[in-house]
């Protein structure tokens, strides 16, 4: 292995997702010893366990109203874990579980346990609406509590039952975190229609927002990634390392709406290909011409444009 120095490292912060919590893994800088040339590294990334949603928010930031039903496999993911491993042995990747919405795969405990195979000691992260979480096993829960994993819900402004998960989080010794998301009204989640427009229990917490596109794929990307708050919110997906969640997802909005932005062999890099960790640094240490596409970069606010939420109409303004 080459020698590395590292420089600093930045927590990042998944507030793309309407979440308000650092999630507990690095995209780092390095000086490379042999060359001297400052990398951005890779030290961990956001897994999308799966592309669709139960839930369906408005504005999804991961496009999931638009996706269609697809998952991670554990035959592919456990491949690609090995491979980076094999990479780079010496780096600890942090690695969060999300969607769409990550429940929904049937391999969840399965890809868990791997991750924890592999590199034992940061904690893996599970971030999900909780809307599953009343109907999961006990073999889940048992492998939440013995690979460490920090479960985190976002909790919307819906009716559904707590108290069930609430009780196997007592069970199992978990310490489940929430994130509230503000909001004046309660919406039945079956019905998908407002049942309180005075909702007060939700009156404080983060607020939900989207990230702006531009079709026309006119911005600035070379100059506006230095500030770009999806920075470091590296996503693997399909085989493939993305830059953003973004560009991740991206396809299905493209897919259902029909419009014209060209994703290139440019925007992703695909891990079975991969011959040096070094190739997948210097891929996240240049802009991507689907940035061009990102209007987000303008906008110093990590949770892009404000929008109310409410559930999706699959209507284009959601997200331009």
């Given at each position: 292995?080459?020698?590395r120095?590292?420089?600093?490292?930045?927590?990042?912060?998944?507030?793309?997702?309407?979440?308000?919590?650092?999630?507990?893994?690095?995209?780092?800088?390095?000086?490379?010893?042999?060359?001297?040339?400052?990398?951005?590294?890779?030290?961990?990334?956001?897994?999308?366990?799966?592309?669709?949603?139960?839930?369906?928010?408005?504005?999804?930031?991961?496009?999931?109203?638009?996706?269609?039903?697809?998952?991670?496999?554990?035959?592919?993911?456990?491949?690609?874990?090995?491979?980076?491993?094999?990479?780079?042995?010496?780096?600890?990747?942090?690695?969060?579980?999300?969607?769409?919405?990550?429940?929904?795969?049937?391999?969840?405990?399965?890809?868990?346990?791997?991750?924890?195979?592999?590199?034992?000691?940061?904690?893996?992260?599970?971030?999900?609406?909780?809307?599953?979480?009343?109907?999961?096993?006990?073999?889940?829960?048992?492998?939440?509590?013995?690979?460490?994993?920090?479960?985190?819900?976002?909790?919307?402004?819906?009716n559904?039952?707590?108290?069930?998960?609430e009780?196997?989080?007592?069970?199992f010794?978990?310490n489940?975190?929430k994130?509230?998301?503000?909001?004046?009204?309660?919406?039945?989640?079956?019905?998908?229609?407002?049942?309180?427009?005075?909702?007060?229990?939700?009156?404080?917490?983060?607020?939900?927002?989207?990230?702006?596109?531009?079709?026309?794929?006119?911005?600035?990307?070379?100059?506006?990634?230095?500030s770009?708050?999806?920075?470091?919110?590296?996503?693997y997906?399909?085989?493939?390392?993305?830059?953003?969640?973004?560009?991740?997802?991206?396809?299905?909005?493209?897919d259902?709406?029909?419009?014209?932005?060209?994703?290139?062999?440019?925007?992703y890099?695909?891990?079975?290909?991969v011959?040096?960790?070094?190739?997948?640094?210097?891929?996240?240490?240049?802009?991507?011409?689907?940035?061009?596409?990102?209007?987000?970069?303008h906008?110093?606010?990590?949770?892009?444009?404000?929008?109310?939420?409410?559930?999706?109409?699959r209507?284009?303004?959601?997200?331009?």
């Amino acid at each position: 292995m080459k020698r590395r120095e590292f420089i600093c490292g930045l927590s990042c912060l998944i507030a793309g997702f309407g979440i308000g919590q650092v999630v507990p893994f690095k995209f780092f800088k390095y000086t490379d010893k042999e060359d001297g040339i400052e990398r951005v590294g890779l030290g961990g990334f956001t897994v999308a366990v799966s592309s669709h949603c139960n839930l369906n928010c408005k504005g999804c930031d991961t496009y999931s109203p638009l996706a269609k039903e697809e998952f991670v496999s554990f035959e592919d993911f456990s491949r690609d874990l090995d491979k980076l491993k094999e990479l780079a042995p010496d780096r600890e990747m942090n690695i969060a579980f999300m969607g769409g919405e990550p429940l929904l795969n049937p391999d969840i405990t399965k890809l868990i346990r791997k991750t924890k195979e592999v590199y034992p000691e940061p904690r893996s992260v599970i971030l999900t609406n909780g809307i599953l979480l009343s109907q999961m096993s006990d073999d889940f829960w048992k492998t939440i509590m013995e690979c460490e994993v920090d479960l985190r819900i976002t909790t919307y402004p819906i009716n559904i039952d707590r108290s069930s998960y609430e009780k196997k989080e007592k069970e199992f010794n978990i310490n489940i975190g929430k994130d509230i998301l503000k909001a004046d009204k309660l919406y039945d989640f079956n019905k998908k229609e407002v049942i309180d427009d005075n909702y007060k229990e939700y009156s404080e917490g983060f607020e939900w927002s989207k990230n702006v596109l531009d079709l026309n794929g006119k911005q600035d990307y070379v100059e506006k990634r230095k500030s770009c708050p999806h920075r470091g919110i590296v996503q693997y997906a399909r085989g493939n390392i993305y830059y953003c969640y973004v560009h991740a997802f991206i396809n299905a909005f493209i897919d259902y709406f029909k419009v014209d932005i060209p994703i290139t062999k440019d925007d992703y890099i695909r891990i079975a290909d991969v011959k040096d960790i070094k190739e997948i640094d210097d891929f996240l240490s240049k802009p991507k011409p689907l940035c061009r596409f990102c209007k987000q970069c303008h906008n110093t606010c990590y949770g892009g444009e404000p929008l109310e939420w409410g559930f999706s109409e699959r209507k284009i303004s959601e997200w331009t």
